[in-house]
């Protein structure tokens, strides 16, 4: 009994001797739980820029990379508007001769007055001088289409009214004398007056003769028209535009 109350009073002890040494520490190992924050306080000023630093040493170069593969093709865009019209190009080569084409269509009946034949040349067939008065007749035939002038009378019988030339080139020994005639009326005289000599005359006139009509020379009293191989005498007549 007595040793149980000496091990109390010893705890006791010890007890109060460790309550003198903790008052007199300056600190104790033992911390307590931390306090709230604090108010946050206000934004310090901006300060003032620093002074500027030294430029820095160039770096290494970078490495090249090779290229990639090439991607697929995109969609296509949209048409842009059409520029303008470009130089004329160089001529090209001639190309193959295309297929015939079609039959066309009949075409219009043509004026019937481009298809109007009538012409006519004839000479002196005698050597005999023409009567004075009456039309010279020219017997011997170069052309005559279509049989317009009449050889035996020794008139051109017009069959087609329009526009005509005559002419006449004739061989004579001494004067010669010739009137044109339409009808029964003198339209051009020519005369060449000269002694007992051989000598070319000629001329002619573009007349309007309509069907019907004669157109002739006719021999005056001073002719000598001769009409022989080598000294021959043609009278020529066409028609130019018909009506």
């Known amino acids: 009994m007595s040793h149980r109350i000496h091990h109390v009073v010893l705890v006791l002890l010890l007890f ?6 903790q008052d007199t520490c300056p600190a104790s190992p033992i911390h307590g739980s931390p306090g709230l924050p604090g108010i946050p306080g206000r934004p310090g000023r901006n300060g003032q820029d620093g002074p500027r ?22 969609e296509q865009g ?7 019209v470009g130089p004329d190009g160089e001529k090209g080569e001639k190309g193959e001769r295309g297929a015939p084409g079609e ?18 040349s004839m000479a002196r067939s005698v050597d005999s001088k ?3 008065r009456f039309p010279i007749a020219f017997g011997k035939e170069f052309s005559n289409e279509p049989k317009n002038y009449n050889a035996r009378m020794g008139l051109f019988q017009c069959n087609i ?21 339409l009808n029964r009326n003198k339209v051009v005289s020519f005369c060449d007056v ?4 051989f000598q070319v005359s000629s001329g002619g006139v573009v007349l309007k003769v309509n069907k019907g009509d004669d157109v002739y020379l006719k ?23 018909a009506d």
């Not at 109060?16 to 040494?21: A, C, F, Q, T, Y």
């Not at 949209?78 to 303008?84: Q, R, S, W």
């Open 16 to 21: 109060l001797m460790g309550s003198s040494v």
């Open 53 to 74: 630093g030294l430029k820095g040493t160039s770096g290494p170069p970078g490495s090249f990379w090779s290229p990639g593969s090439k991607g697929g093709k995109g």
């Open 78 to 84: 949209i048409e842009g508007p059409t520029g303008k």
């Open 103 to 120: 039959k066309g269509a009949q075409g219009e009946v043509g004026d019937h007055t481009t298809t109007l034949k009538s012409a006519f």
């Open 130 to 132: 023409p009567k004075a």
């Open 161 to 181: 009214t329009g526009l005509y030339y005559f002419t006449y080139h004739a061989t004579s020994k001494g004067a010669l004398c010739v009137n044109f005639m």
């Open 194 to 197: 000269v002694p007992n000599t």
């Open 219 to 241: 021999a005056t009293n001073d002719n000598s028209m001769r009409g022989t191989e080598g000294a021959d005498s043609v009278f020529s007549g066409f028609l130019l535009f």
